[in-house]
């Protein structure tokens, strides 16, 4: 099976502009988690999506958004990007909701805010 | 928030050496995986352990589980300069409603 897929892999934005990512999960997965990689903060949990449903969602602000489609592809959308938001964004698939006992991790995207 | 701790932060070792890295952490978990990162790319499942195990091997890998000290270790036996890279402890936190929360990793340089 191919892996999880995210495009784009690396991106350059300025503050105030709008960025979208997608994110493929491994087929037959139906869970998509969303995290933000930084230096300072580390990797940390945005949201999950199962069924095109939001399950769960980290803290951040309504900037951060996302959505699932019914082919289980995932995009998450950062409006009114700050320089804060520069970091590699990580999508991480797997079967089903719940107990998170293992999850597939795509390469990532990394986005740059100047 | 961060839940898991690593320590130490970074460690290199020779190749053949072993390598131990400790995870604390601070609420009730359900599970403790263990993952690893190359030069910020994705991450790479190594291994999981439940809250009602204390310990688990994988390979080379062995990973140790005490919920009295909320913390694991993970052991890296005879390694390779192919293990550098980063690696992270997660916890499935009780009443997380199943998201997992990343330590802030340590980074292992294994020199040839």
């Known amino acids: 099976k191919a892996g999880v897929t995210q495009t784009p892999r690396y991106l350059i934005k300025t503050r105030g502009q709008q960025v979208t990512l997608s994110c493929s999960p491994i087929?037959?997965?139906?869970?998509v988690s969303w995290y933000q990689q930084t230096p300072g903060q580390g990797l940390q949990f945005l949201f999950e999506?199962?069924?095109?449903?939001?399950?769960n969602k980290g803290n951040f602000p309504g900037r951060f958004s996302g959505r699932q489609f019914s082919n289980s592809r995932s995009e998450m959308n950062v409006s009114t990007l700050e320089l804060g938001d520069s970091a590699l964004y990580l999508c991480a698939s797997s079967p089903d909701a719940g107990r998170k006992e293992t999850q597939y991790f795509g390469p990532g995207t990394r986005l740059l805010v100047l | 928030s961060q839940q898991g701790e690593e320590d130490p932060q970074a460690l290199s070792i020779q190749e053949g050496e072993n390598a131990t890295m400790n995870c604390s952490y601070k609420?009730?978990?359900?599970?403790l995986q263990w993952y690893r990162q190359n030069s910020g790319r994705g991450l790479v499942h190594l291994i999981l352990?439940?809250?009602?195990?204390r310990e688990k091997h994988s390979g080379r890998l062995r990973v140790t589980l005490d919920t009295s000290k909320k913390s694991s270790s993970l052991l890296i036996t005879a390694s390779r300069a192919a293990d550098t890279a980063s690696y992270f402890c997660?916890?499935?936190?009780?009443?997380?409603?199943?998201?997992?929360?990343f330590g802030k990793g340590t980074l292992l340089t294994v020199n040839p």
């Open positions: 352990i439940r809250s009602n195990e």
């Open positions: 997660a916890t499935d936190d009780v009443g997380s409603n199943y998201k997992l929360t």
């Open positions: 609420t009730s978990i359900n599970n």
């Open positions: 087929s037959g997965h139906r869970s």
């Open positions: 999506y199962f069924s095109e449903t939001q399950r």
